[in-house]
């Protein structure tokens, strides 16, 4: 089931926290749409395509290759962003242009399924944190629970026992991973279901095509497969970098919440100082406000660090944690966890 990421909350009643918390937000001019800023941020990132792309062909066969790979592992970042936001409606506000975009993005311009992570993302968003209910933290190469780390077998096993420690050398493998799954996912496994699958798998084997060949053509064996390396493995880490912070860490609820505490006491936001704020919003595609995105996915990303102030004060006023912290810490947070939960392994 494709379901559509663009409910800010299920039929709260007009007196619920989230409501009134809502009311506010909306009378602030905050949910409304910033075409503007959409089409800049499109533009910037063609251009930055259209400049990689060029350096790759001028460069030809040199070792400056590999700093081309690691400014492409970002360009696949700003795309991933671009598709998150697409698939949020944040862009667009009906879903045939929304799909017709985030395949474009997705599957022909990253390589990975936007129906499948788009389903995906959507049952994330439902239950963020929630055991058996979110994706995000189902058991496998990391486990998130001790009970998760004492089911775990076989090489996981190996390396639950040691994660926290291996957790940035997994990252690395993060890109291919999440393209094997969604490949998985339109093939129809665990039962994924997806829109014009037949349309997707074309546009991933676009890709997969154009870009091996683009490979081979301009750059040796040994120099395209280094450039693969470099390319994916910081795409990887580049991904990581922006998703895992956001929710490593904090709390997984067993109990049922409202919707407004299910997303805040889930969810960390990540804070700069005056000077790398704005490169944080930049790198982090407004992710780094990942309360307010998850209370209010459809809002756009600039509105997102202007809403903070309502957010917190809100949350203050009925006695709701707002857990806000700098990238350094939110990571020690995050690998603080994978100690904890891989600990029965190591008694």
Known sequence: MTSSTTT???????????????????????????????LARFLLVGAFAAATATAFVLLGDSPWQLAVAAAAAVLYGQIALLAHDVAHRQVFRTRRPSAITGRLLGNLGIGMSYGWWQDKHTRHHANPNHEGLDPDVEAGALVWTGAQARASRGLNRLINRHQAALFFPLLTLAGLDLRRASLQGLLGANGTKVRSRGLELALLGAHALGYLAALLAVLPPGLALAFFAVHQGLFGVYLGSIFAPNHKGMPMPTERLDFLRKQV??????????????????????????????????????????????????????????HETGLVRSWAESLGQLRRASAPLRA
């Open 8 to 38: 800010d909350a299920p039929a709260d009643t007009a007196g619920s926290d989230f409501a009134r918390l809502s009311a506010r937000v909306a009378a602030a001019g905050l949910t409304r749409r910033r075409p503007g800023y959409y």
């Open 265 to 322: 006491l889930t969810s960390r936001n990540v804070a700069g100082g005056r000077l790398t704020d704005g490169l944080l919003h930049v790198a982090m595609g407004g992710l780094n406000h990942q309360i307010e995105h998850h209370l209010f996915p459809s809002m756009p990303t600039p509105n997102l660090r202007r809403s903070r102030r309502l957010v917190r004060e809100f949350c203050a006023e009925i006695g709701v944690p707002y």
